[in-house]
């Protein structure tokens, strides 16, 4: 079977819901949603082949017909801001939608700091209970990965915004949206359809990924795929469940009648040893690709004072399950791979001399393991703290390559085309004002890649859409991950570098630099607050046409060397330059000469301009500025937004 991916309006028929003798509308076309002002209004759905259907809105009726497959489609013509408004479908039944405002729309899509819930932010609790907004409205997309493009949406409704419906609700967007509605007066529908941990080209159609050589050979394969992923997982879940049954697939730390794996007399020579905190995936060949338990333990030397005395036992994070386990006895256990793991050992489990942690590691996918700061592993007692971070002992509780394989095993979320299929395109062809994006993560490794992919995925959507200049604005990733002290490349730079690329070379873009606002220790900050708000000045730049407001820091343009020394030309001004002192005392500025080695610059600002200067490096060519994971933002402008992360040279790693 040929995979089809052609627009709504090209001719291409989607996977539509059968055809019924009433009329319908998609879950996206209902009460108290939001149409877009000042363009024509698409509107469809479904009614017996070839019934008429007459809509009536602000005294104006349009009259279609079915077609042969009971999809109707018709314009209204464009709208002033304004409501709420009653909308009326009528073909053998009626249909009447009430509380519909005309104002701005805009669809808010990738991952999951996209997806992070308003009440789980900084100060969220406080902004969901102040939040009654009726003029801002609220959709939220369902979850849901297809093989195939869908004409209709898994569920989903329109809701105004109130401190209930917001709180689970993207808090990026409702940031967003509400500095909108206060700037410009007109209701913002906002339709949120992100899902975490998801990669850029499953985000897009497979009409536009044919064109990356990259995707040929997956988009072949998932064309001579048939059912849906959902069947296809269900398939596997029964082979797994037959697999857990069988005795291969017992956990071998807890077979009756022998040691459990906790044990403190268990034999250990055979085990081998990973380091800790780390992803095995990442550290362990033989983890590389393996899902399932592992059983990691590591002996505790304490000294005779803490005897008697009661522990507290920290493990950072474990990816994605945990039983704790201290002297052969279970002390705790967590679901969640963010949640910081933190338990207290019984006085009478505590011994002088040696004792036994043992963990008992659930991954359910992706990575699994201990992660997080090794500072954050530890074992306490009294005024003694033993750290936790080094070697530990592990054996996996099955042989690994026995347990059956997931037909996806990033997760059927994860395959090329999978969410355009079932989260965008039964969203088309509703009219827009623009659309706001926070993905990247899930491709770092791979922003050569990126780089092509993400503007291909833009011009995908703004093709869908018929709207060329369809404004979109996306967040540049934040800071996340240490970085040594030394001047280093990272993946996390590249990718930054491709964002940045693409708002400068993609008209109608703009790209909301969050450097400033991540988290060494979290890839999910929950500064929400101000990366929406980023977004919104690049919205009123971008999508507004405002001219006067100040939407982006610094943009590095011009290199010149002059006497030993770089003198660094900007746009953006916004009122001057300001260099901020880091905590470590680095401007975040590196320089290098022809050796191609980056050592730490010392920098000031002169005039519009900010010059450079190293010890040991007197013939200067190429700059870095805050290239790694998560370095200082140090240069930002007099309107307080800060400078993206560059690069003057274009040197291999």
């Excluded at 009626?94 to 009440?119: C, I, K």
């Excluded at 296809?232 to 956990?251: C, I, K, V």
Aim: a neutral charge; charged letters at 15%; aromatic letters at 8%.
């Amino acid at each position: 079977m040929k995979l089809c991916f052609i627009s709504l309006f090209a001719g291409c028929l989607l996977v539509v819901p059968a055809a019924q003798a009433t009329v319908r509308l998609p879950r996206l076309v209902g009460s108290h949603m939001v149409l877009q002002r000042n363009v024509p209004l698409p509107l469809w759905g479904w009614a017996a082949p070839g019934e008429a259907v007459n809509v009536t809105f602000r005294g104006k009726t349009i009259q279609t017909t079915a077609g042969p497959d009971g999809r109707w489609k018709l314009s209204l013509p464009a709208q002033q801001a304004g409501g709420p408004f009653e909308l009326e479908v009528k073909g053998t039944n009626t249909l009447r939608l009430t509380d519909v405002l005309v104002g701005d729309v805009w669809l808010a899509s990738g991952q999951s700091n996209m997806e992070w819930p308003l009440r789980d932010t900084e100060k969220g609790a406080a902004a969901a209970a102040a939040a009654n907004h009726p003029r801002i409205r609220l959709f939220n997309v369902p979850n849901r990965a297809e093989l195939r493009p869908q004409a209709e949406l898994a569920g989903g409704e329109w809701q105004a915004c109130t401190p209930q419906s917001v709180a689970g609700f993207s808090a990026v967007a409702y940031y967003f949206g509400r500095d909108l509605q206060q700037q410009y007066n007109v209701p913002i529908g906002l339709i949120a359809s992100e899902w975490g941990g998801t990669a850029a080209e499953a985000w897009t159609s497979a009409e536009a990924l044919r064109k990356l050589p990259d995707f040929q050979p997956k988009l072949a394969s998932l064309a001579q795929q048939t059912g849906s992923f959902a069947e296809q997982e269900a398939a596997y879940a029964t082979r797994l469940s037959a697999w857990q049954r069988s005795p291969e697939g017992q956990d071998q730390g807890l077979v009756p009648g022998q040691l459990t794996w906790a044990d403190t007399n268990l034999p250990t020579a055979t085990w081998k040893t990973m380091p800790l905190p780390g992803i095995w995936e990442a550290s362990t060949p033989e983890l590389s690709d393996f899902d399932g338990v592992v059983w990691l333990r590591r002996d505790l030397t304490l000294p005779a004072s803490a005897a008697g005395q009661p522990l507290t036992l920290s493990l950072a994070q474990v990816d994605d399950a945990d039983s704790t386990f201290f002297n052969g006895v279970a002390v705790g256990g967590t679901q969640g791979y963010a949640t910081p793991r933190r338990y207290t050992v019984p006085a009478n489990l505590v011994r002088a001399g040696r004792n036994v942690v043992t963990v008992r590691v659930t991954d359910t996918g992706s990575g699994g393991g201990i992660w997080g700061k090794p500072a954050d592993m530890t074992a306490t007692v009294g005024a003694t703290t033993v750290p936790l971070a080094g070697e530990w002992l592990y054996r996996p509780a099955s042989t690994p390559g026995s347990q059956p394989r997931p037909p996806y095993p990033g997760g059927a979320q994860n395959e090329p085309t999978a969410l355009y299929n079932g989260m965008i395109a039964p969203l088309l062809p509703y009219a827009l004002k623009g659309v706001i994006w926070y993905q990247g993560e899930s491709n770092a490794g791979r922003a050569g890649q990126y780089q092509q992919l993400f503007p291909a995925l833009i011009q995908d959507w703004r093709s869908r859409w018929q709207q060329p200049a369809l404004p979109f604005l996306f967040v540049q990733l934040a800071g996340y991950m240490h970085d040594p002290a030394t001047p280093a490349d990272t993946d996390w730079a590249h990718l930054r570098e491709a964002q940045r690329h693409t708002s400068l070379t993609v008209p109608k873009t703009g790209m909301a630099v969050a450097l400033d606002l991540g988290n060494a220790d979290d890839i999910h900050p929950r500064n929400k607050q101000d990366v929406g708000h980023r977004l919104a000045l690049a919205a009123r730049r971008v999508a507004y046409a405002d001219k006067a407001v100040v939407a982006s820091g610094p943009t590095f343009t011009k290199l010149s060397p002059v006497g030993g020394q770089l003198v660094l030309s900007f746009d953006n001004l916004g009122g001057g330059l300001v260099l901020k002192p880091a905590a470590d005392g680095i401007t975040s500025f590196a320089v290098a000469g022809p050796d191609e080695k980056f050592v730490w610059a010392q920098a000031r600002v002169e005039g519009n301009t900010v010059v450079l200067r190293a010890e040991g490096v007197p013939n200067p060519v190429a700059v870095r500025y805050a290239w790694g994971n998560n370095r200082p933002a140090t240069l930002y402008n007099k309107a307080g937004l800060p400078a993206s992360p560059f690069r003057s040279d274009t040197w291999p790693r």
